[in-house]
């Protein structure tokens, strides 16, 4: 059988193609972020162009420099489709994720047991979603940046209740204690400074209360996802803490219709 290799479908457009280029534009995100004494367990990322929301999604891969990087890692992607509508989750079933930075392996092997162990949920192994799906895309080259060795689980969500993602969660992160989930979102869309800031607080209290409740005035694309982790880290007894957040007003200066972007941790009390 061949080897499927998912190459990059917004290099060029949401990052540099160019592979010295985006190291340099990934180091100096990471340089000018803060490193929290938290262990992520999970984070949540922004997934816009780096040039708006690089240096929020760069607080939440600072975080990884808390894990050991001798140890191997797998990465539990988790994003909304974009692009394509369907209804059910989509596992990424390829053998190599491809960015300018070089290839990254997926763990097919997990994706086999848990779809095995889990008929009753609404999967597809089917790669359409994923092939020009940004909102993980953008995720992989900052992991690259921060760990030496991880492979990763791509997983795509379409119409789904929130409660089958945090089944992926659990059946996964609880296989294995090296499994680190990253939720990708963006928050509100378009509005006016102030009015998004006054939106996405919602989303920010939801995560630092771990109540679900108050997502339901928060407008995050990937709402789902979080929506998932929330539930899940409380049922775990963790913690969640907004570690950034601001709006394309401040990097693009134009605050008439901005999008909102937020790096959230989710983590064990020491």
Known sequence: MAIQVREPAVSDMF???????LRSMLKRFLDQAILYPYRPEAVASPHAGYIYSGPVAATSYKQFLNLDIKRHYDILLIGPSHYVPFEGISFGYYDY???????????KAEIERFV??????PITLNTVPHMKEHSLEVQVPFLQ?????????PVVYGQIHYS??????????DN???????????????????????????CNMAVENLELSL????????????????????????????????????TSGDRSAVVGYASYIFYREK
Do not use: Q
Request: net charge negative.
């Open 15 to 21: 990052y540099p193609a160019d592979p010295v280029e």
């Open 97 to 107: 994720w491809l960015t300018p930075l070089g290839e990254v392996k997926v763990n």
């Open 116 to 121: 095995l162990n889990n008929k009753d949920l």
């Open 145 to 153: 940046m921060v760990l030496e060795d991880f492979s990763i689980i």
């Open 164 to 173: 089958a993602v945090e089944r992926v969660i659990s059946g996964i992160k």
């Open 176 to 202: 294995n204690e090296d499994v680190i989930v990253v939720i990708s979102t963006d928050l509100s869309h378009y509005y006016p400074d102030n009015i998004a800031r006054e939106i996405d607080i919602n």
């Open 215 to 250: 997502l339901d005035k928060c407008e995050a694309c990937g709402k789902t996802g979080l929506a998932a982790m929330i539930d899940f880290a409380r049922k775990k007894g963790w913690k969640g803490k907004v570690l950034d957040y601001r709006t394309s007003g401040d």
